[in-house]
C-alpha cells in the first residue's frame, strides 16, 4: 500500500526538542523529493521544510529557520524533522507529503496522516 | 515572499449550484498553481495543477483556470460530498510551496 505514516509527536515544553519521522512505503521514497507541512488547530496549511531525493539539499520557511532540521533515511524509507527549541506557535499537526514532480516545481500527491506537536508549559 | 490569497474565506451553497472560489497571488506565478481539497478530519487531496490539470480520479465536475496573478476553482454542479477546505498553492519558487489560507464550502 502507497503510504506515509508520521511519528514522534507529543507534549513538550517551550525551548524543547523534538523528532518527528515519516515511514514510507509503496513507492521509491528514494526518487521522491519529501516535505512537511503543519496545520495549527483550526487553522490552514503552512509549509515548513522540503528535501531532495538524494538528501543534499534543503529548504525551510523561515519562522523555522535555524531551530528545524530535515533528514531523510533512504536506507530506511524514513523522513525526519529534528525541532529544537520549540515555541508555542509551533503547535500543529505535521504532516510529510511525497512531491510530485511537474513542469515548474512540485506538488503534494500523497499526504501522512499527521503527527501532533503540543508546545505548553 | 508571494502571498496567496483566496476569496471568500468561507461560503454556503444548495446542492447543484455552480460554486466558484479565486485564489490571487501576490506577483506572477504563470500557470505554477494548484488546488488542494481538505475534508473534515482527513489529510489534503490534490485536484488540481498547472491551474487547470485535473489530478487522475477527481471528478470532472471541478475545473481551474488562470495564469500570471489570478485564479479560479470551480465546481459546476456542488455535491454533498464536495464539503470540505480548498487551498490554493503556489509551486514554482522560494519558498517552494506557499499555501492561501483557504476557503471552507458547506451545504446550505
Known amino acids: 500500500e502507497v503510504q506515509l505514516l508520521e511519528s514522534g509527536g507529543g507534549l513538550v515544553q517551550p525551548g524543547g526538542s523534538l523528532r518527528l519521522s515519516c515511514t514510507a512505503s509503496?513507492?521509491?521514497?528514494?526518487?521522491?523529493?519529501m516535505s512537511w507541512v503543519r496545520q495549527a488547530p483550526g487553522k490552514g496549511l503552512v509549509w515548513v521544510s522540503a528535501?531532495?531525493?538524494?538528501?543534499?539539499?534543503?529548504y525551510y520557511a523561515d519562522s523555522v529557520k535555524g531551530r528545524f532540521t530535515i533528514s531523510r533515511d533512504n536506507s530506511k524509507n524514513t523522513l525526519f524533522l529534528q525541532m529544537y527549541s520549540l515555541r508555542v506557535e509551533d503547535t500543529a499537526v505535521y504532516h510529510c507529503?511525497?512531491?510530485?514532480?511537474?513542469?515548474?516545481?512540485?506538488?503534494?500527491?500523497?499526504w501522512g496522516q499527521g503527527t501532533l506537536v503540543t508546545v505548553s508549559s | 515572499d508571494i502571498q496567496m490569497t483566496q476569496s471568500p474565506s468561507s461560503l454556503s451553497a444548495s446542492v447543484g449550484d455552480r460554486v466558484t472560489i479565486t485564489c490571487r497571488a501576490g506577483?506572477?506565478?504563470?500557470?505554477?498553481l494548484a488546488w488542494y481539497q481538505q475534508k473534515p478530519g482527513k489529510v489534503p487531496k490534490l485536484l488540481i495543477y498547472?491551474?487547470?490539470t485535473l489530478q487522475s480520479g477527481v471528478p470532472s465536475r471541478f475545473s481551474g483556470s488562470g495564469s500570471g496573478t489570478d485564479f479560479t476553482l470551480t465546481i459546476s454542479s456542488l455535491q454533498p460530498e464536495d464539503v470540505a477546505t480548498y487551498y490554493c498553492?503556489?509551486?514554482?519558487?522560494?519558498?517552494?510551496?506557499?499555501f492561501g489560507q483557504g476557503t471552507k464550502v458547506e451545504i446550505k
Open positions: 507529503a511525497k512531491e510530485g514532480g511537474i513542469v515548474g516545481g512540485t506538488v503534494g500527491d500523497l
Open positions: 509503496g513507492f521509491t521514497f528514494s526518487a521522491s523529493a
Open positions: 528535501i531532495n531525493p538524494r538528501g543534499d539539499k534543503t
Open positions: 506577483q506572477g506565478i504563470r500557470n505554477y
Open positions: 498547472a491551474a487547470s
Open positions: 498553492q503556489k509551486y514554482n519558487s522560494d519558498p517552494p510551496w506557499t
